[in-house]
């Protein structure tokens, strides 16, 4: 198995969630502690209207603090249109995330255009990224099931990934938004992808809605993923509503690849303190284990 | 991927760290239940010593009354010793369930013996058990790893699951008694059983203590695992101690086969009204997830 990439997406998908705003200067510790802690990318925020959603309000600010400083990680940020995207690039956002949703109705709903439309819109500012010398993820949202409409066609979800790679764009993640995939749909999409264009980045986007959550993320590695999106703690998910849930703990990855010998540059005590942090925080228990077991001692690795 | 077999362990592995002794009669209503749903085998009790877990004292009964009845699905118990096979033969027990601890000190914790003494014991045990005409499964305890000793030498789990066939004993199920497995060591140590014996059944009993559970589940499953040992709600583990934790909820485990096709014989709703009932009774929140939020929906099958 190959060593695979982990990017945090907990101060976007984790906190864009919560009901209370979480202080900048409280992001940016998160922040600073898991990007030190060895973690490969680390998503910052999301350049939607703040006034919409005041949670991301801050990430030109973050973004700004973080441009000065040095740090391993690559940093990245949901751009969700045009706008974002100006907003991105004046904030210096290395590494520029966006996608397109694969159901029509969950389309329609989150940007008021089909999948159709909304491909051709986020390809478009997609390049223009690229051009402004950004790197580029797009992703395919709801790619292994919907909400609202149920099962999505195969088809769709892979025409949508192979527009994204006859545009040039390589780096791709399938997100199981609602959290309806299994780990043998998880396989196929990735493997599917790769075989498209061998070349391509394939990034997993998992949430544990239906406790299938961490099958999948071994899953996508095993098919040959190059990244898993996941969360400290396995924060996300509206608390308040009947299925959401988080993505896959950050530390709860970590600490299974690391007892199979693997990642163990990363500094799974810190990404555990930082959980922990989190989670006091807001004041609740999350759904992450490690953090609340602590892992098992080095010594006892098998 | 092949079918795979389910074998509901909660009235048992679940049932036998709460605090309150479950009435017989509503143990009797969860196991009727789950195997009606078309569970394929149910773990009803213990024949531990009553005085020293009351939880199971009423083991016998169950099977007495049990064995009036007309199920589908195969009953088991588990049978620490001598007096206890005498008791399960007794009682009718179809499916007699036995283990020894790879680790020596859990071991000696357990029994008062090393594993070599235990093994002895335990495979005389077992030939008594098939020898009165009843089916015989054989465990592997801690063999992924230890609370007490940490790593367990992989030669040492290989080298009783050779004693186990060796003496015709080819229903082994590997068990992660404190949670310590990661996935690709699921995966060769199922393989490697079989590879043993290729007409070996090998289950699989997974503890989710950090998180990797359900990947554990499929790593067995992909590597041609038999049967999942899993349990109601994910019920199980001291509720009061830092790292115990059930096994894999047999309705999230359920719920994802049914995803993928697979077990769709199986009454899903039957099982998240039983891990409801079951939460219900305790009067708390277990580790499952579909039972809360609900399955998908049949029509959302992809």
Not at 162 to 175: H, R
Not at 233 to 244: D, I, N, Y
Request: proline share 3%.
């Amino acid at each position: 198995m190959h060593p695979i990439r982990i990017h945090e997406v907990g101060p976007r998908d984790g906190l864009q969630a919560e009901a209370a705003v979480v202080p900048t200067e409280v992001k940016l510790d998160w922040i600073r502690r898991v990007a030190e802690a060895g973690v490969d990318l680390v998503q910052v925020g999301s350049f939607v209207r703040g006034d919409r959603l005041p949670q991301m309000a801050d990430t030109d600010d973050l973004f700004r603090i973080l441009g000065k400083e040095s740090h391993h990680a690559l940093f990245s940020a949901l751009v969700l249109n045009e706008r974002g995207l100006e907003r991105a690039l004046e904030a210096g956002v290395p590494l520029l995330c966006m996608g397109v949703s694969a159901s029509e109705t969950h389309s329609r709903k989150n940007t008021g255009m089909g999948t159709e439309e909304a491909t051709r819109r986020i390809i478009a500012i997609a390049l223009a990224g690229k051009q402004a010398g950004r790197k580029v993820q797009v992703s395919v949202q709801s790619a292994f099931g919907c909400g609202f409409e149920g099962a999505i066609d195969e088809t769709r979800v892979m025409g949508l990934a192979a527009a994204y790679l006859e545009a040039g764009l390589t780096s791709i993640s399938l997100a199981d938004t609602a959290g309806h995939a299994h780990p043998g749909q998880v396989h196929r999409y990735v493997r599917r992808v790769r075989e498209l264009s061998p070349g391509a980045e394939v990034t997993a986007h998992i949430h544990d809605t239906y406790g299938l959550g961490m099958a999948n993320v071994y899953a996508a590695v095993d098919a040959g993923a190059w990244a898993i999106e996941t969360s400290f703690g396995g924060l996300g998910g509206c608390p308040f509503t009947r299925v959401a849930a988080g993505n896959v703990a950050t530390e709860d990855l970590v600490h299974g690849l690391q007892r199979a010998g693997q990642r163990l540059d990363i500094d799974l005590s810190a990404l555990v303190a930082v959980a922990k942090d989190v989670a006091r925080h807001l004041g609740r228990d999350l759904p992450g284990r490690v953090y609340k077991t602590g892992p098992i001692l080095a010594k006892d690795l098998a």
